[in-house]
């Protein structure tokens, strides 16, 4: 069984957790946290050198790093990665926007809002640009979903369970969800899915 190495309240980790159980696949799952030292010991930068979650160790000893690059791995072959060719494509520019133009808004302004060891770096000019970055994100999120039920092709994929994840915990990073109706009807849709797992399940 693959080993992943969870940081439970992670939107990143909670992507390979949620794409593991629309799999059907069972995770042994290992709790860390970035906040506690766990991600820093020589033990865990031997698995990933950058020393982030997740990772995941293979039933074979290899292991993986970067939310997205773990999800492919564990769709290939699978409904959750279009097979034409444009469609997957298109769900490999979801991914990458997810971790250039999305997460490092939306997820960044949550922790800093949640985070009591990270209040400091919460300035008002930060907010004010994280805020508008993830506005801009939501809105290129808002213009493919106000005609589509799915980001990439016509089906649910790794690019929705990519975005999901921190798109459902905006609000906690303190973005209006209002002015984005065809992104609320979708967190609606992945949530009423059969496999669907909440981020702390
Ligand atoms: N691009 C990475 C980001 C991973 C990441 O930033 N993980 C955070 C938790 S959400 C972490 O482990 N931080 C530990 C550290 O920076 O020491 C991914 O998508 O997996």
């Not at 298109?90 to 060891?117: D, G, M, N």
Request: net charge negative; charged share 25%.
């Amino acid at each position: 069984m693959i080993t992943l190495y969870d940081m439970p309240e992670s939107g990143n980790s909670y992507k390979v957790r949620l794409a593991a159980a629309h799999l059907g696949r069972p995770l042994r799952r290992v709790r860390m946290s970035s906040r506690d030292g766990s991600t820093r010991t020589p033990e865990f930068l031997a698995r990933n050198p950058i020393g982030k979650l997740p990772t995941v160790e293979l039933e074979d000893g290899r292991c993986l790093a970067e939310s997205n690059a773990i999800m492919l791995y564990l769709a290939e072959g699978t409904p959750l990665l279009p097979t034409d060719r444009y469609d997957r494509a298109k769900a490999y520019e979801w991914l990458f926007f997810e971790q250039y133009s999305h997460e490092p808004a939306i997820a960044v302004r949550r922790a800093l809002l949640t985070y009591a060891e990270r209040a400091a770096l919460a300035t008002p000019e930060r907010m004010v640009q994280l805020l508008e970055a993830g506005n801009k994100a939501l809105g290129v999120m808002e213009a493919r979903l106000a005609a589509h039920d799915w980001l990439a092709g016509d089906a649910f994929s790794v690019a929705d369970i990519a975005l999901y994840a921190y798109t459902h915990t905006a609000e906690e990073g303190g973005y209006d969800l209002a002015p984005f109706p065809a992104v609320r009807a979708w967190l609606a849709r992945v949530a009423a899915l059969p496999g669907h797992i909440g981020l702390l399940d």
